[in-house]
Structure formats: structure tokens, C-alpha cells
């Protein structure tokens, strides 16, 4: 009797210290048995950003209808459909819900209440009026920003080395976000002496056949197209008609598979990565409005070899060589 109270005991002790030991579980913090996440982006589930929260989720222990259940909405480009994806999660009761950009996080803030807010892709949470110190947020939101202030500049020498002639330029991005992004780059354009083109489209009306008979008009010898959500939804278009006129573009990392002559910036799977590690976080206790924003600037550039040929570009080898990928 007394033998089998003792293999009892042990029995109880070594599963309480398996508990302990769980993955994405750690001495003195707690994690719903199966925690509840929503996620929400105004893109398609096609981007990798998706897949990227996925698997930053899974490096930290959680496994998809095991302990975590992971509720994704995509808006595909239409910002009218954000209430009601936010009413959904609201009623499912989502511990914690995770954004992608500043739209989405803005329409996150005005349809749910007590519900942590997570979020990634946004260029200035300040500028923005996500947060308003990004060391100590205060509220219910936080999360990762890829903003490099350098990215203009370095997207527009990447241009100029592998055109060396360039004199006028043309920058894409969206009427419905912030304009820190196209107004950086146009500055720094500007810096550098070339002529600048900033087109701004709308959700509703892109009218991308408009937008490229003004480029033609404007003799633009290259297009940038900013890591903002209507213009990303609609990569693969933009894409396709700059080749058709045989215009050099360049696009954010995320949209590598549109077919654009270079993409080049801060990486936003890495942006979000670490959102998913502040999703952890806020599961296991922490506030929200106690995590600093953190800045996440690795970049990442990649070629499109077949593009380059379509439109009689020569990639330079400084920049091939430089290169993280080169695509057909």
C-alpha cells in the first residue's frame, strides 16, 4: 500500500513538471489551454504574412487545434468589410487579435473593446495615432513596425544602380493610409535630384488603366509601388502593365511573386514574426500597453531575372550578387 502511494506521488510529480515544461509555457506564466487568436489583414490570404504568423506561433510552442485556434479574416483590399470581421471575433471571444497595417489597427481600436490589440506593417504607430509613445504604448495596442526612415533611400539608389539614367520616377500608394511613406520617398527623391510622380489610388476606384496613361504622359522611367494594402492587392496587375509598357518597378518583399522587376525593403514576414512572439506574450499575461513598439529592419532584396529580360533591363552583378533570391 504504502509502495503504490509512493508511485502515485512520483506519477503526479513528473506530470506536473511535464506541465511546467511545455512548449511556449515557462515557470511563473500561465496560457489558456487553448487560447483563441484573431488575426486580420486587408490583403488575401495568398501574401505570406499569414504564413509568417503561422509559423512564428509554432516556433513558440503552439500547435494549430491542439492549443491555439487561430480565427484568420482577409478584407481582400476592401476596408468596408472591417466592422464586421471585428464583430465576428468579438463574438467568438478572441483573447488577443492581431493586425496588419494601420488601417487595420485603426478599424480594430474603433469596433472591439478590452480585447489586446497586436500589431505589424505599420510604418508610424505615432503618426499614425496607434500609440502615442512607442516605448511605453499605454493602451490596449503594441506590436512591430518595419519602417526603416532609410528605406527611400536605399530603394532609390537600388534604382539608380541598375538605371543609371534615371531621371523621373513615380511613386504608388494608397489614398487610405497615412501619406509618411509616399511623402518620405518623394522627399528623398527629390534629395537626389530626380523628378517625382506620386499617384495615390482609392479602394473603391484604382482606375489602374488612368494611372498608367498618366505615366506614359509623364515619361516616368520607373515605378515604386509602396507596401500599402490597395496597391498590394493589386500587385500582380501593376505588374503585368508595367511590363507591357516595359517600365522598370520595384516592389515591397512581401509581393516577390507579382512579377516586378526588383523587390527590395524591410522584410514584413520578419515584422511579422515578432508580432507573433508579442501575441505570446499578452497570452501569458503581459499588458499590452506595457510592451514597447519594436522596429524590425532586416531587408531583403530579390530579382526577377524573367521580368528583367520582358522589359530589356540589365541587372547589374553588384546587385545580383547582393541578391537574396533571383526569381523566373
Same mark, same amino acid.
Given at each position: 500500500?504504502?509502495?503504490?502511494?509512493?508511485?502515485?506521488?512520483?506519477?503526479?510529480?513528473?506530470? @506536473?513538471?511535464?506541465?511546467?515544461?511545455? *512548449?511556449?509555457?515557462?515557470?511563473?506564466? $500561465?496560457?489558456?489551454?487553448?487560447a483563441r487568436v484573431g488575426f486580420v489583414a486587408p490583403q488575401g490570404r495568398s501574401l505570406p504574412l499569414f504564413s509568417a504568423f503561422q509559423q512564428g506561433l509554432a516556433e513558440l510552442g503552439y500547435v494549430e487545434g491542439k492549443n491555439i485556434d487561430i480565427e484568420a479574416r482577409f478584407?481582400?483590399?476592401?476596408?468596408?468589410?472591417?466592422?464586421?470581421?471585428?464583430?465576428?471575433?468579438?463574438?467568438?471571444?478572441?483573447?488577443?487579435?492581431?493586425?496588419?497595417?494601420?488601417?487595420?489597427?485603426?478599424?480594430?481600436?474603433?469596433?472591439?473593446?478590452?480585447?489586446?490589440?497586436?500589431?505589424?506593417?505599420?510604418? =508610424?504607430?505615432?503618426?499614425? =495615432?496607434?500609440?502615442?509613445? $512607442?516605448? #511605453?504604448?499605454?493602451?490596449?495596442?503594441?506590436? $512591430?513596425?518595419?519602417?526603416?526612415?532609410?528605406?527611400? /533611400?536605399?530603394?532609390?539608389?537600388?534604382?539608380?544602380?541598375?538605371?543609371?539614367?534615371?531621371? #523621373?520616377?513615380?511613386?504608388?500608394? =494608397?489614398?487610405g493610409v497615412s501619406p509618411a511613406l509616399i511623402n518620405a520617398c518623394k522627399a528623398q527623391a527629390t534629395a537626389m535630384g530626380l523628378e517625382v510622380l506620386p499617384i495615390r489610388v482609392s479602394a473603391t476606384n484604382p482606375h489602374l488603366e488612368d494611372v498608367f496613361a498618366t505615366l506614359?504622359?509623364?515619361?516616368?522611367?520607373?515605378?515604386?509601388?509602396?507596401?500599402?494594402?490597395?496597391? @498590394?492587392?493589386?500587385? @500582380?496587375?501593376?505588374?503585368?502593365?508595367?511590363? /507591357?509598357?516595359?517600365? *522598370?518597378?520595384?516592389?515591397?518583399?512581401? #509581393?516577390?511573386?507579382?512579377?516586378?522587376?526588383?523587390?527590395?525593403? $524591410?522584410?514584413?514576414?520578419?515584422?511579422?514574426?515578432?508580432?507573433?512572439?508579442?501575441?505570446?506574450?499578452?497570452?501569458?499575461?503581459?499588458? *499590452?500597453?506595457?510592451? *514597447?513598439?519594436?522596429?524590425?529592419?532586416?531587408?531583403?532584396?530579390?530579382?526577377?531575372?524573367?521580368?528583367?529580360?520582358?522589359?530589356?533591363?540589365?541587372?547589374?552583378?553588384?546587385?545580383?550578387?547582393?541578391? =537574396?533570391?533571383?526569381?523566373?
Open positions: 500500500m504504502i509502495q503504490r502511494s509512493f508511485s502515485l506521488l512520483v506519477a503526479g510529480f513528473v506530470f @506536473g513538471l511535464e506541465l511546467a515544461l511545455a *512548449p511556449g509555457v515557462s515557470a511563473g506564466q $500561465t496560457t489558456p489551454a487553448t478584407a481582400e483590399g476592401h476596408y468596408e468589410q472591417f466592422p464586421e470581421l471585428f464583430a465576428e471575433l468579438a463574438n467568438l471571444k478572441v483573447d488577443v487579435i492581431a493586425v496588419t497595417g494601420a488601417i487595420t489597427a485603426r478599424a480594430a481600436t474603433q469596433a472591439v473593446s478590452g480585447i489586446p490589440i497586436v500589431f505589424a506593417v505599420v510604418v =508610424d504607430p505615432v503618426a499614425d =495615432d496607434l500609440v502615442s509613445n $512607442t516605448q #511605453r504604448p499605454g493602451t490596449n495596442l503594441t506590436g $512591430t513596425t518595419s519602417f526603416d526612415p532609410q528605406q527611400a /533611400k536605399k530603394q532609390l539608389e537600388l534604382l539608380r544602380e541598375v538605371l543609371p539614367t534615371i531621371k #523621373r520616377v513615380a511613386i504608388l500608394g =494608397d489614398q506614359r504622359e509623364k515619361h516616368s522611367q520607373a515605378l515604386i509601388v509602396l507596401e500599402e494594402p490597395v496597391v @498590394g492587392v493589386l500587385a @500582380g496587375d501593376i505588374a503585368a502593365l508595367a511590363s /507591357k509598357d516595359r517600365l *522598370p518597378t520595384l516592389f515591397a518583399p512581401s #509581393r516577390a511573386a507579382a512579377g516586378g522587376l526588383l523587390t527590395y525593403g $524591410t522584410s514584413q514576414v520578419q515584422s511579422i514574426r515578432r508580432m507573433a512572439a508579442y501575441v505570446d506574450k499578452i497570452l501569458k499575461g503581459a499588458r *499590452p500597453g506595457d510592451l *514597447p513598439v519594436e522596429r524590425v529592419t532586416a531587408y531583403e532584396l530579390v530579382v526577377n531575372a524573367r521580368t528583367a529580360r520582358e522589359i530589356d533591363v540589365i541587372i547589374p552583378p553588384s546587385v545580383l550578387k547582393r541578391a =537574396d533570391r533571383i526569381t523566373e
